[in-house]
């Protein structure tokens, strides 16, 4: 396993902007999640796909936010119009389907000023 | 819907002493329970699941979890704590190869 990675790192932003995060997930991995997670809390689901298919979203999630997984292999998310409330690490995981364990990246932390 | 409530969002406990982090869930259907440790800086990684196999489940680091139906719980335990265990462990939840969701964790701290 290569691991799953995430790009950007790091995101500040203004008010307002739109921003988007990558994610590359294990290779072999068809499903593919997305969370949110702020201090002090647990990972909090916002999406998830099956290869190319978004399976759900949570029905919490702005309509700012969107994702996509086009072919299937990696995904974005983007939020549009960034307010404060935004500020979190973004978590992206891949599951391998037979055991059901998901493998994180190691996120992309968003600031909105 | 099939969600975990993790109670105690601190527990300090000493060197050596008995780890007990709490999780019990709810669900309709028999449930897959997994156990995530966030180490300070890190990302989430596995510690054990429950997949509806033996109900008495061993992890990594000498972590093990028992799944009891009848109390709806899940809850972790270690026997001697070590320092490095010192870490934010999270409960989670599937389904039916549904969404996995997760509590909102519990830091462990550890005393010397």
């Known amino acids: 396993d290569t691991g799953v990675s995430q790009d950007p790192r790091h995101k500040i932003t203004k008010r307002g902007q739109n921003v988007t995060f990558r994610c590359d997930p294990i290779?072999?991995?068809?499903?593919l999640y997305w969370y949110r997670q702020t201090l002090g809390q647990g990972p909090e689901f916002l999406t998830y796909f099956q290869n190319e298919a978004q399976l759900e979203k949570s029905r919490l999630l702005s309509d700012r936010f969107s994702a996509e997984r086009p072919k299937g292999s990696f995904s974005t998310l983007e939020i549009q119009r960034t307010e404060q409330g935004d500020s979190a690490m973004y978590l992206c995981?891949?599951?391998?389907?037979?055991?059901?364990?998901?493998?994180f990246g190691e996120g992309s932390r968003l600031t909105v000023l | 819907a099939q969600s975990v409530t993790q109670l105690g969002s601190h527990v300090s406990v000493s060197e050596g002493a008995l780890v007990l982090l709490r999780c019990n869930y709810s669900s309709s259907v028999p449930p897959y329970l997994f156990w995530y440790v966030q180490y300070p800086n890190q990302g989430l990684q596995l510690l054990l699941k429950?997949?509806?196999?033996?109900?008495l489940v061993k992890g990594i680091n000498g972590f093990e979890a028992e799944f009891k139906k009848s109390e709806t719980s899940f809850h972790l335990t270690k026997p001697s704590a070590h320092m490095s265990d010192a870490a934010e462990y999270f409960c989670a939840v599937s389904v039916r190869d549904d969404k996995i969701i997760f509590g909102k964790g519990t830091r462990l701290h550890i005393l010397p």
């Open positions: 290779s072999e991995h068809n499903r």
């Open positions: 995981a891949s599951e391998r389907q037979t055991t059901g364990e998901l493998f």
């Open positions: 429950y997949t509806s196999a033996a109900t």
